[in-house]
C-alpha cells in the first residue's frame, strides 16, 4: 500500500533574531497591523547583569524593518506587552540597578519605533508587570509585589497618564502571571495562589467586571503536595476560560489545563504528559471550537528543552501535538495570533550562532503542521483529582509614585537566520509503502501511518516500554538511545535510536 501524507501550508517561516555581540532572550510576541510582528524581551552581555530591553519590528514576511534597544538602569526587561487603539505598542516589564528593588518598567513606542513616553517607579517598592491589556480607551498594566503578597493594576491613557492605582489581596501569598479583557468589558488574571510559607502553590484565577470588582475568585489544585502555577489565561467563544500551566510533584513536571465556564465553574482538567518528560505550558491562544492552541516547552529524557506546541478541543482533548527537535536548546514563551490567521510563536534558542542566544520565531496555522520544521509529538491526557475553591477578596484604591526616565536608546542592527526552509503556500506529499513505517531521528522514533493504529515497542532485554495509539499521518516518539522492537496490528520491525 502506498501511504500518503499530504501537508497543506502557508506562508510558514522559522528564524533566529539576534545581534553580533549580545545574547537576545525574546519573552513577547505582538501582532501589528501592516501584518507584521513585534518581538520585545532582553539583550545582555554573555555571563554579565548587565541586561538592556530590546524591541524588534518585522514585516510579514519576517525580516526586521526596524529595532530598539533601551538602556540606562543596569536591568531592563521587557516581558509582556499589548496594541494601543492608534496602532502603537504598550509594553512592560521591570528595571533594577545593582542590590536595588525591581521596578516596573512601561515603555510606548509608536508603530514606527518612535518612543512616545517611558514610566518607572523606581526601586522604593518591589514590583515586577507581568501582564498588560487594553482596557476600552485606557491600558491596564498587573504587577506582582512577592515581598507583600499583593498585586497591583495600573490604569493609564495613552499618554501614560496614571488614571487609577488598587491593590488586590487575599491576605496569603500570589502572584500573577497572565491577564486579558473579556468579552463582557472586564478581565480575568491568573497566576499562583500559596496558602502558607510551605512550597505548596495552586493556580489562582480572578474575574473582575467593568467597574473593577471582583465577580469571583477560584484557587484550583492538583490532588498531593504539588506547586500548580498558572502561566496563561485564554477566553474561549462560550464565555469561559482556559488557564495552562505547569504542576511540579517531586521529580515530576507535567503541563496542566483547567476549563472554568463564566461563573468560575470547573468543566475539565487535563495533565499533559510525554512518556519520562518534563513539560510546561506558557502561554496560548483560542481557536474557533472553544479549544486553544498552547506553547510550551518540553524536556526530553536526557536531552535539553524543546519548543512545544499543543491544540487542545473544547473538552481538553489533545487534537495535535508538535515539536521543533533540533540540537540546541530551544523554549517557547510567548503566542500571538496574527492579522493573516496566522500563529506566531516566540521563545529563544541557544547555538544557533555558536556560543550565541537569539530570538526564536516560528510562524505556523492552526493545525500547527510546518513540514521540515516541527515535527509531530505524542502526549497523553489524563484527568487528575482537581479540588476548586473560592476565596474572599480585597481591592483597595492606592497610589505609586512614577517617574519619567530619560534612557538611551540604540538602533542595533539585527541578522536573522532562517532555522527551517520556509513555505510559501506548499503543499508537500510525503509517500511511503506499508500501512506503518517507522523511522530513527534524533532524540527518539518517527512513526507513519496509514490510519490510527495501536502500537507496543518492546526493549531488547523484552520488557514493553510503551503501549500507545498512533495517529494518522506523522507520529514523533521520544525515546532513549538503544535497540527497540515494535509491533502493531498488521506489522512489526526492530529499529535502533542512537
Request: hydrophobic share 40%; proline share 3%.
Amino acid at each position: 500500500m502506498l501511504l500518503g501524507i499530504l501537508l497543506s501550508v502557508g506562508n510558514l517561516f522559522a528564524r533566529a533574531y539576534g545581534t553580533n555581540e549580545k545574547w537576545e532572550t525574546g519573552y513577547c510576541v505582538l501582532p501589528s497591523q501592516d501584518g507584521g510582528f513585534l518581538m520585545a524581551g532582553m539583550t545582555s552581555i554573555p555571563n554579565s547583569q548587565d541586561r538592556d530591553a530590546i524591541v524588534i519590528k518585522c514585516n510579514a514576511q519576517g525580516s526586521p524593518i526596524w529595532a530598539k534597544t533601551l538602556k540606562g538602569y543596569e536591568e531592563n526587561v521587557l516581558t509582556s506587552g499589548c496594541l494601543a487603539q492608534d496602532g502603537g505598542y504598550v509594553l512592560a516589564g521591570w528595571s533594577c540597578s545593582s542590590g536595588g528593588n525591581p521596578g516596573i518598567f512601561l515603555v510606548k513606542l509608536s508603530p514606527s519605533g518612535q518612543i512616545a513616553w517611558i514610566r518607572s517607579t523606581g526601586y522604593s517598592v518591589w514590583l515586577k508587570a507581568n501582564a498588560v491589556f487594553p482596557l476600552g480607551d485606557q491600558i491596564v498594566v498587573v504587577c506582582t509585589n512577592s515581598n507583600e503578597n499583593y498585586i497591583i493594576f495600573i490604569a493609564l491613557d495613552l499618554s501614560g497618564n496614571v488614571k487609577r492605582v488598587l491593590k488586590f489581596s487575599l491576605n496569603r501569598s500570589i502572584g500573577v502571571y497572565s491577564a486579558t479583557q473579556t468579552s463582557d468589558g472586564g478581565f480575568v488574571l491568573a497566576g499562583f495562589y500559596r496558602e502558607d510559607s510551605g512550597r505548596e502553590e495552586d493556580f489562582l484565577v480572578v474575574k473582575f467586571d467593568q467597574g473593577w470588582q471582583t465577580d469571583w475568585c477560584r484557587v484550583i489544585a492538583t490532588s498531593g503536595s504539588s506547586r500548580d502555577s498558572a502561566q496563561c489565561i485564554i477566553q474561549t467563544e462560550d464565555g469561559g476560560y482556559i488557564v495552562c500551566g505547569v504542576t511540579t510533584s517531586g521529580s515530576s513536571t507535567d503541563a496542566l489545563a483547567v476549563k472554568l465556564d463564566g461563573s468560575g465553574n470547573l468543566q475539565w482538567a487535563n495533565l499533559v504528559d510525554c512518556d519520562g518528560a518534563r513539560e510546561r505550558f506558557l502561554s496560548g491562544v483560542s481557536v474557533g471550537d472553544n479549544g486553544a492552541i498552547i506553547l510550551g516547552t518540553v524536556s526530553l529524557p536526557s536531552s535539553d528543552n524543546d519548543l512545544m506546541l499543543v491544540r487542545l478541543d473544547d473538552v481538553g482533548n489533545i487534537t495535535w501535538s508538535w515539536v521543533y527537535r533540533t540540537t540546541k536548546s530551544t523554549s517557547g514563551v510567548s503566542l500571538a495570533r496574527l492579522t493573516d490567521g496566522g500563529v506566531a510563536c516566540l521563545g529563544w534558542a541557544n547555538n544557533i550562532v555558536p556560543g550565541d542566544v537569539d530570538f526564536l520565531f516560528i510562524k505556523t496555522g492552526d493545525n500547527g503542521e510546518y513540514p521540515s520544521c516541527l515535527d509531530s509529538l505524542v502526549l497523553t491526557a489524563s484527568a487528575p483529582t482537581t479540588l476548586l475553591y473560592s476565596r474572599d477578596t480585597f481591592l483597595i484604591y492606592t497610589s505609586l509614585v512614577f517617574l519619567n526616565p530619560q534612557l538611551q536608546n540604540e538602533s542595533p542592527s539585527i541578522r536573522s537566520i532562517d532555522v527551517c526552509q520556509s513555505h510559501p503556500d506548499v503543499e508537500e506529499e510525503q509517500n511511503t509503502n506499508g500501512k506503518i513505517v517507522a523511522r530513527s531521528v534524533r532524540k527518539g522514533l518517527v512513526f507513519f501511518c496509514v490510519e490510527p493504529v495501536g502500537l507496543k515497542i518492546y526493549r531488547a532485554d523484552g520488557v514493553m516500554v510503551k503501549d500507545i495509539n498512533l495517529r494518522a499521518g506523522k507520529n514523533f516518539l521520544p525515546m532513549r538511545p538503544g535497540v527497540y522492537f515494535w509491533v502493531s496490528e498488521e506489522t512489526s520491525g526492530s529499529i535502533a535510536v542512537q
